[in-house]
DNA sequence: GTCTATATGGGGATAGAC
DNA sequence: GTCTATCCCCATATAGAC
């Protein structure tokens, strides 16, 4: 019983350390963050958060491995399904955006990585370049058949990917420019249906 | 002669101080950047630094002062200059391409401020969303007049936000992708070229 | 297994030497 | 006017108490 207890604690305080870990180094990024916030925020001390840690290097490397995780399954973009380019490009602007709104901090945590120099990214991008190329070959395809306007893959992808990143990166900008929480949903619907709008027109797709 | 060299020789440092200050702190934020980086970036020992500065606080300022400052003199967007729309817009992303492209590190550090939680941005905003609206203003009149396609002008004028800032915050990433610095010029003329491009199309313009 | 007391270094900042 | 010696606090981390 006594065991029984104390372990689901254990799991509760994980989760709890977890949550300030992800909130600390999405607002400070890994130099900025302090362990002593970490610990705050999931009410103990200092002290007691190192018995549950390895070390603040491994508490990050946990939480950034949580975002770099969901993407690699997120986005898998179905380059052998034969979608149209329309509802292929919706379909990962729909998923990419979801997850920047639903996750911010999470989608924070690796633009303050990549602001940082990416140190801690080395043996994340080879892959993240193969999943990448493989959408661009796709994008580049549908350029050649003239289902697309002429354009470049890779920088219609960065687009994407900027555009998307924007809704969590800049999540104070845009909700005071629309006077209201990204959270809304009529506002959340709008934003979603202007950005896919905005991208298949950019890339040359009538409505 | 001796106060001619001192006071020129003050001068060289204060640069120095600025742009190890600059170079600290859009890599890891106020909080994640450290005095003694900055003094060693600018060769000088940590309490020599601190002789030459206010705090770390002041110096942070400064730093975000320059930034928020080239912004609100370059953006006026000519609200009342009779340029079409898809001038006024060309000329809108390219200022704002070109100023994230040559001051990538002043760029971030708005960046960093803003996923900090932006608390030293309380004075910025209402000069910043002053002015934005102005320029939404002017998006909506022109889908008022069907110039553009139905859509947003505050949305709009986010997502050219958003593309332009990929260029300094993601360099990182961007650079990976094009397998080329961003400063190499054809690589840079190209990115103008087709952010334009996917901006005016997006907006509804034809080539 | 959990937490506290404590070590050790680096953080920002200053009083006072030169 | 410039720099050094030094302060004090907070940071991370651990050895040992419970």
Aim: net charge negative; aromatic share 10%.
């Amino acid at each position: 019983m006594r065991t029984e207890r104390s372990k689901q604690s254990r799991q509760e305080i994980m989760r709890k350390i977890l949550d300030a870990a992800i909130a600390e180094f999405s607002q400070h990024g890994f130099q900025g963050a302090s362990t002593q916030a970490i610990a705050e925020r999931a009410q103990l001390k200092k002290s007691q958060l190192h018995y549950y840690i390895e070390d603040k290097e491994a508490l990050y490397a946990q939480v950034l491995g949580m975002v770099l995780d969901s993407w690699r399954s997120f986005f898998v973009f179905d380059s052998d399904a034969k979608q149209s380019p329309r509802e292929a490009l919706s379909e990962f602007v729909r998923v990419k955006l979801d997850y920047a709104l639903e996750n911010p901090e999470l989608s924070r945590i690796f633009t303050m990585e990549v602001l940082s120099g990416g140190a801690r990214l080395e043996n994340y991008w080879p892959g993240a370049m193969e999943a990448t190329h493989a959408k661009v070959a796709k994008i580049n395809s549908w350029v050649a058949e003239g289902a697309l306007r002429p354009l470049d893959g890779r920088l219609l992808i960065m687009h994407i990917w900027a555009l998307t990143q924007y809704y969590s990166d800049y999540t104070l900008q845009a909700e005071m420019l629309l006077e209201s929480p990204l959270t809304a949903p009529d506002v959340r619907q709008k934003i979603e249906q202007e950005l896919i709008q905005f991208v298949l027109s950019g890339a040359g797709l009538r409505a």
